[in-house]
């Protein structure tokens, strides 16, 4: 079983910067593509940031230079860097990540629990 836990949403003020952490763990598991996703009240959940396990990037166009998504796959962690937040962003960001278990036919994703993010003054 692989698990996503993240970490680091909060309150911040229009602006404002936040970090968010995503880290796998479990048993005998590789990661392929990892991702961040947005869900605000009443809305689907949308796609945010995107990398692949070489380290190609894919933004949604409204966060394109304002949020950086890097990883670090030694830890199995994945990184969204928000910078100049607007109230707008305030959502729950959800970590996912595609993955494989040796033994296994297919890949499966795996999702977090979510970490909120209010951007309000």
């Known amino acids: 079983q692989v698990q996503l836990v993240e970490s680091g949403g909060g309150l911040v003020q229009p602006g404002g910067s936040l970090r968010l952490s995503c880290a796998a763990s479990g048993n005998n598991f590789r990661i392929y593509d990892m991702g961040w996703y947005l869900q605000a009240p009443g809305k689907q959940r949308e796609l945010v940031a995107a990398i692949t396990s070489g380290g190609s990037t894919n933004y949604a166009d409204p966060v394109k230079g304002r949020f950086t998504i890097s990883r670090d796959n030694a830890k199995n962690t994945v990184y969204l860097q928000m910078n100049s937040l607007k109230p707008e962003y305030t959502a729950v960001y959800y970590c996912?990540?595609?993955?494989?278990?040796?033994?296994?036919?297919?890949?499966?994703?795996?999702w977090g629990q979510g970490t909120q993010v209010t951007v309000s003054s």
């Open positions: 996912n990540a595609d993955v494989w278990v040796p033994g296994t036919v297919r890949r499966w994703t795996a």
